[in-house]
């Protein structure tokens, strides 16, 4: 059994910043990549970003302009979203991710990551 749990969200003025982590724990037998999508009222899941199991390898929604930044500890076992200059319409749930078949560069495209957590609530106010 796999837990993922997400930690950090909350509620934050415009053009702030928020850090986001993933804790991974449980039984997963190989390497495995980790990402991040969120989910607005009414609107479908959107990747939002997703790192290898390494961290050397790092892929981004194109619609972020370089607002959001991800990564993960030595330890393999934590992932942050570094979100910064935040607006009022990336308030969403936000989920992470994990994947020990799928790499980091499919997560976009791949309906079926398999672990998820539970969601963390990010209101951005203006």
């Known amino acids: 059994q796999v837990r993922l749990v997400e930690s950090g969200g909350g509620l934050v003025q415009a053009g702030g910043s928020l850090r986001l982590s993933c804790v991974a724990s449980?039984?997963?037998?190989?390497?495995?990549?980790m990402g991040w999508f969120r989910q607005a009222p009414g609107k479908d899941r959107e990747f939002i970003a997703s790192?290898?199991?390494?961290?050397?390898?790092?892929y981004y929604s194109d619609s972020l302009n370089g607002r959001f930044t991800i990564s993960r500890t030595n330890t393999k076992d934590t992932a942050y979203l570094q979100m910064s200059s935040l607006k009022v319409e990336d308030t969403a749930v936000y989920y992470c991710?994990?994947?020990?078949?799928?790499?980091?560069?499919?997560?976009?495209?791949?309906?079926?990551?398999?672990?998820w957590g539970q969601g963390i609530q990010v209101t951005v106010s203006s």
């Open positions: 991710a994990a994947d020990d078949v799928l790499g980091a560069a499919v997560f976009e495209t791949s309906p079926d990551v398999r672990y």
């Open positions: 790192i290898s199991w390494s961290g050397l390898l790092t």
């Open positions: 449980g039984h997963i037998q190989r390497n495995y990549a």
